[in-house]
């Protein structure tokens, strides 16, 4: 499990996929192009799992020894890599807010007229696009809220309460699957 090989298959899979999503323009090929990237992100997960090594960072937080350079590092991928490598890679942030602004000027606007049915349904697709977008926007910033809780939390030396949270920390997201 977790091996390269196996993951270049199945980014081959996906890459195969995408292209048959843009020939055929279906919600079934895409839905299963949603199924196939969950499926390749669960084994970069657990290629990432095999070259971490968690187990003595583990063991360093739960004996409350003083991190390391590199035992910091790990800590940090394994609670907020995900954030941080998302945050770097992402660049549709401004666009999502523009396009907030652009939809809820339109909805502003239909606000001062009188709602006959076409303008109500009108209404009701802002919204669905307000809707679409929103969650983006929301999920951009809470792994930038989340990174930064990681930075100030990790600045200074940690006490034992903190080794101890940090332990659970990792033990549950190893437990659940979501390293």
Avoid at 70 to 98: C, P
Avoid at 167 to 177: K, N, P, Y
């Amino acid at each position: 499990m977790g091996s390269v090989p196996q993951l270049n298959v199945t980014i081959q899979k996906t890459l195969e996929l995408a292209s048959r999503c843009s020939q055929l323009e279906t919600s079934e090929i895409y839905g299963a192009l949603g199924d196939q990237v969950e499926e390749l992100e669960a084994q970069a997960r657990e290629a990432f799992q095999a070259r971490t090594n968690i187990a003595t960072l583990l063991s360093g937080l739960k004996a409350k020894k003083p991190l390391t350079a590199e035992d910091l590092k790990t800590l940090e991928l394994v609670i907020v890599g995900d954030a941080e490598f998302f945050l770097k890679y992402e660049t549709e942030f401004d666009r999502w807010k523009s396009e907030l602004r652009q939809l809820i000027g339109e909805i502003s606007e239909l606000q001062s007229s009188d709602l006959d049915v076409e303008g109500l349904m009108h209404l009701r697709a802002l919204c669905a696009e307000v809707g679409r977008v929103l969650p983006d926007v929301v999920y951009y910033l809470d792994q930038k809220e989340r990174t930064g809780k990681f930075q100030a939390a990790t600045r200074e030396p940690l006490d034992p309460e903190s080794y101890r949270v940090l332990a659970e920390i990792v033990e549950q997201m190893r437990s659940s699957g979501k390293m």
